[in-house]
């Protein structure tokens, strides 16, 4: 167990719905990265968020978007669902300084699925 | 060119052999480097990080890096059926706030 947590596990929504996906960050971490994964794929980078700041960004549209609280929880959320938005989203968090690259523990992760 | 690159398996080894998995990357700037396992269904688990050219060893894995190469590898040795997952090499880019994955290899131990 990596203390980070996710939620929900599963969602089904449909195209052109909007969702909210929730990350609570392992105790004492700072910065949290969301990941798309889609199947037979690896993680691919959608945003990082340190100290409640964008910290770099994918290539993602901007329909994806995030936040990140006081308490360094996170929340990614997805405007206009298209069904190639299906696949299991994963957060990660790690104790930066927001200059070097730091060891990411990563969550159980969220299915979403769309149709 | 993708980030990195990892052959997509499967790579079947018998128990007790030593499983040897590899990765490129592109980004000659990179520092940092992390072995993740995922077994089907579930989150990626850090296996081992390495940041410096040479070899790491912890237990019965050894991650080799040579950044000349811009080459990683993981060795395996006495691979147990339980290691059977995909395995996933991950690169800081250039920016180091981003982590690039490759797509994983498969690794199959047969008993």
């Known amino acids: 167990e990596t203390g980070v947590t996710q939620s929900p596990t599963h969602l089904i929504k449909t195209r052109g719905q909007q969702v909210t996906l929730r990350c609570s960050s392992q105790s004492g971490h700072n910065t949290v990265s969301w990941y798309q994964q889609a199947l037979g794929q690896g993680p691919q980078f959608i945003f990082q968020y340190y100290r409640e700041e964008e910290n770099g960004r994918g290539n993602f549209p901007p329909r994806f978007s995030g936040l990140q609280f006081p308490n360094y929880s996170s929340e990614l959320n997805v405007n206009a669902l298209e069904l190639d938005d299906s696949a299991l989203y994963l957060c990660a968090s790690s104790l930066g300084s927001g200059r070097v690259p730091d060891t990411q523990y990563f969550g159980p992760g969220t299915r979403l699925t769309v149709l | ?111």
């Open chain 2, 1 to 111: 060119q993708k980030e990195v690159e990892q052959n997509s398996g499967p790579l079947s080894v018998p128990e007790g052999a030593i499983a040897s998995l590899n990765c490129t990357y592109s980004d000659r700037v990179s520092q940092s480097f992390f072995w993740y396992r995922q077994y089907s269904g579930k989150s990626p688990e850090l296996i081992m990080s390495i940041y410096s050219n040479g070899d790491k060893e912890d237990g019965r894995f050894t991650a080799q890096l040579n950044k000349a190469s811009q080459y990683v590898s993981l060795l395996i040795r006495d691979s147990q059926p339980s290691d059977s997952a995909t395995y996933l090499c991950a690169v800081n880019g250039g920016n180091f706030n981003k982590f690039y994955f490759g797509s994983g290899t498969k690794l199959n131990v047969k008993p």
